[in-house]
């Protein structure tokens, strides 16, 4: 079955960057997303790779994919206090979208 | 302003009682999701419609009913048989899965607690 798995927590120093990995399992998957969800919000988009890319950057947001070991990474640059929130990568699966179990980034001034 | 609303954004039930949380979207999106999110836990999907007069259960259906009478509106009812309904409700929308990126776009949230 479809399964994407993320580790839980992640805190970095103000400035740093950060990287929020995440691992899937449907290799047919076309497009992988990063959502953030703020306390008490809903999830919005960040960015997304189409599957046929390793690499793909947006201003201070890079996506990593390694579809060979189905690993998918987040990094941000220049981490601010304004960051800190869970992030989900998803998969699609047909009209299914696949979400990890969040990865809670706490930002440390 | 294009977008996706659900109302009311907290609402309380008493054990027993069916209730409906509102979902509204004015982006033409053919389909349509409602989420549950429990704390420290990720999304899990409890039905999804693809078209209007239709949709499928997802993962977590027991004990929630849906409709899908147009293409803008997607109401969830959590009825009385859903036995641990308190939780966070996500609904979100895509257009039809194609050669496109497809991204769901998601509401607010309700945060509906049993009394």
């Known amino acids: 079955g479809e399964d994407v798995e993320q580790s839980l927590f992640l805190s970095v120093r103000e400035g740093d960057s950060s990287v929020i990995n995440c691992t899937y399992t449907d290799s047919s998957s076309t497009y992988l997303y990063w959502y953030k969800q703020e306390p008490g919000a809903g999830l919005q988009l960040l960015t997304y790779?189409?599957?046929?890319?390793d690499m793909k950057q947006d201003q201070r947001l890079t996506v990593l994919l390694n579809k060979k070991d189905k690993h998918l990474s987040l990094r941000i640059a220049d981490t601010q206090t304004g960051d800190s929130a869970i992030y989900f990568c998803a998969e699609r699966w047909a009209y299914k979208y696949i979400f990890g179990t969040g990865t809670r980034l706490k930002v440390l001034a | 302003d294009g977008g996706i609303t659900q109302s009311p954004k907290y609402l309380f039930r008493k054990e027993g009682q069916n209730v409906t949380l509102s979902c509204e979207q004015n982006l033409n999106h053919d389909a349509m999701y409602w989420y549950r999110q429990d704390p420290g836990q990720g999304l899990r999907l409890i039905y999804y419609s693809q078209i209007v007069n239709d949709f499928q259960k997802g993962d977590i259906a027991e004990g929630y009913s849906v409709s899908r009478e147009k293409k803008e509106s997607f109401p969830l009812t959590v009825t009385s048989a859903q036995k641990n309904p308190t939780a966070f409700y996500l609904c979100?929308?895509?257009?039809?899965?194609?050669?496109?990126?497809?991204?769901?776009?998601f509401g607010p949230g309700t945060r509906l607690t049993v009394l």
């Open positions: 790779i189409f599957s046929n890319m």
């Open positions: 979100a929308s895509s257009p039809i899965p194609d050669r496109g990126s497809n991204e769901q776009f």
